[in-house]
């Protein structure tokens, strides 16, 4: 499936090729996902097409980020709310 795709699906939002190609140029240059480029298909007219893997650092990262994010979460669930004048 492709990165555009998923991300549409996951967020219900409209992603911009763009947008995905320059994050996932971010992510490689960081050494977050490596990416190699396969042969074309008859399927695909004979066009090659760009394949990304995520690295070992890349797995860490998103480990971590979404421990941060669960904390953030239980935090929000079990303290009251307070309203802000």
Known sequence: MS???LL????TRAVSLGAV????????????????MTPGTSARGGRSRRVFTVTADGARTLTA????????????RTRPQTARS
């Not at 549409?8 to 967020?11: L, M, P």
């Not at 320059?22 to 992510?27: C, I, V």
């Open 8 to 11: 549409e699906r996951e967020t």
């Open 65 to 76: 980020l979404q421990r941060i994010r669960d904390r953030l979460y239980r935090a929000s």
């Open 21 to 36: 190609y320059a994050a996932l140029d971010r992510l490689e240059q960081k050494g977050l996902v490596r990416s190699t």
């Open 3 to 5: 990165v555009q795709q």
